[in-house]
């Protein structure tokens, strides 16, 4: 999942972490992809608006 789908699906940066429970801080530091357990909550959390895509990630965990 692309960071930007994310943002623009919850409007901004701020709102999305709010979502998560994070910071914007740590939305700010996920780089072009959000993190794969990031992706899943979010997946979750739209009821399948936004899909987890694990072709998008190297199989490396980041952290979040």
Not at 24 to 44: M, T
Request: hydrophobic share 40%; aromatic share 4%.
């Amino acid at each position: 999942m692309k960071t930007s789908m994310a943002i623009a699906h919850f409007k901004t940066a701020t709102a999305l972490a709010k979502a998560l429970g994070i910071s914007k801080s740590s939305v700010s530091q996920w780089g072009d992809n959000v993190p794969p357990l990031r992706a899943y909550q979010l997946e979750r959390i739209t009821n399948g608006q936004l899909t987890a895509d694990d072709s998008q990630n190297d199989g490396e965990q980041q952290a979040a």
